[in-house]
């Protein structure tokens, strides 16, 4: 009996993984150049919500080493082309707040398991400490600004949030000037170091195996900065109304220390800039295109001009506002997509922006095997023409619960597939 695909494709990983490697970064980068490559790139990424397949959450959350092993689990069971783990929470917040300490603000943008531990702050939820040990992490965010302390934030924005907000926020952090917060900001700062330690021996780890790291840097969307740090998504969508004038004002502001996080990396070779979206889908075309999207686009369209292409994802359904990233220039970056009909969104887009996306989790867990081989043949037909697409599982976790075999066929498909035909 003849080997599976991904079978053959695991051995190659095995004996040649300084071949694959290479393979797998030109693929991608074709991909993102709007060319065609070899084959269509698979990616998926995770904020490690599927390593629950192999060790207990609490374990892979708190324990670099867990975290490495975990990783390496998955990439030698299911090899794709680009895997993107970020076993942490969202933080961009404290990578804002320590902007002028280059050496450590990149590596704060994600609050991970030992930080909260340090900071115990508001903004999450770990398993084994608020949480049962088998549950991913939470981002729950919260309300810590009032309405009318948007004058505050507009007049000294790093100030604001090192003197009001990151003292409501986490508790540690709560009396600025205190014997607790020196230790607190010296105990962050050795453990950014251990965890950047751990990323560099993981990504080493990767490299050894055939998979290439991406070179991200971070950014952020000033409105969903608002929604998610200060005023929760519900008092952002509020205040779009109530405080138009001091809105506008807020994410013009913030623009500035955003643009900062995300040039720290430059130098040492940042290609793309991180983005998740977040209150995107919750806006209609009306106040997106005011409030939320000309910000946006001064990042990213300031990005590109430095080099930097953004690595977007679109949460929800994009759909309504589409059309707005056509304002953008061409080749500007990948937007991942996690709802909507992505063959329609490829066309729109095609020859402009490198789209990615594809099959989402639920089609992965509730699928059998021959459905998503079939689906992934007749998806690849369809939009793989003319390049500039990576297939993806959107933007949502991976639930350990999908069956192997069903990745397994997701990866086998794509290796039969997915070839571009010279």
């Known amino acids: 009996m003849s080997k599976l695909p991904i079978d053959e494709w695991i051995e190659r990983h095995k004996r040649e993984p300084d071949i694959v490697v290479k393979e797998k970064a030109e693929r991608f980068d074709k991909a993102v150049e709007l060319k065609e490559p070899d084959r269509v790139p698979l990616m998926i990424f995770t904020c490690g919500h599927v390593f629950a397949k192999w060790f207990k959450l609490s374990e892979v959350y708190f324990n670099y080493n867990k975290m490495r092993e975990a990783i390496t689990s998955f990439v030698t069971s299911f090899p794709v082309d680009v895997f993107v783990a970020a076993p942490a929470a969202e933080g961009f917040i404290m990578a804002t707040a320590f902007v002028e300490v280059p050496q450590i603000a990149p590596i704060v943008r994600f609050i991970t398991g030992p930080m909260h531990d340090i900071l115990m702050d508001k903004y999450t939820r770990w398993p084994g ?142 290609k793309y800039a991180f983005i998740p979206l977040h209150l995107n889908e919750m806006l209609p075309p009306k106040l997106y295109n005011e409030f939320y999207w000309p910000y946006l686009k001064k990042i990213i369209v300031e990005l590109y001009n430095n080099g930097i292409k953004s690595f977007v994802l679109f949460e929800g359904d994009h759909t309504p506002h589409l059309d707005t990233i056509l304002e953008l220039p061409k080749g500007w970056g990948i937007g991942v997509f996690e709802r909507g009909d992505i063959r329609k969104i490829k066309k729109k887009l095609e020859g402009h922006t490198c789209v990615a996306g594809g099959i989402t989790p639920g089609q992965l867990i509730g699928w059998t095997p021959n459905k998503i081989e079939e689906y992934i043949k007749k998806l690849v037909e369809e939009v793989a023409p003319g390049g500039g697409f990576i297939l993806a599982p959107g933007v949502a976790e991976i639930d350990p619960a999908t069956p192997d075999v069903n990745l397994r066929s997701l990866i086998n498909a794509v290796l039969k597939y997915g070839v571009y035909r010279k």
């Open 129 to 270: 400490r608020e949480l049962p040990e088998h549950l991913p992490f939470q981002f729950i965010g919260g309300e810590y600004m009032k309405p009318e302390e948007y004058r505050e934030l507009i007049e000294n924005s790093l100030e604001f949030i090192h003197n009001v907000i990151l003292p409501r926020v986490c508790k540690n952090l709560s009396k600025p000037g205190s014997a607790l917060y020196a230790q607190t900001v010296a105990k962050l700062t050795l453990e950014a170091i251990n965890y950047f330690n751990a990323l560099t021996e993981i990504n080493n780890t990767l490299l050894k195996l055939g998979f290439p790291p991406l070179a991200v840097t971070f950014a952020y969307a000033p409105l969903d900065f608002i929604g998610d740090f200060l005023r929760h998504p519900t008092g952002a969508m509020l205040d779009i109304r109530r405080y138009p004038s001091e809105v506008k004002q807020a994410v013009e502001v913030l623009i500035k220390p955003i643009l900062q996080v995300a040039l720290i990396l430059k130098p040492i070779g940042a």
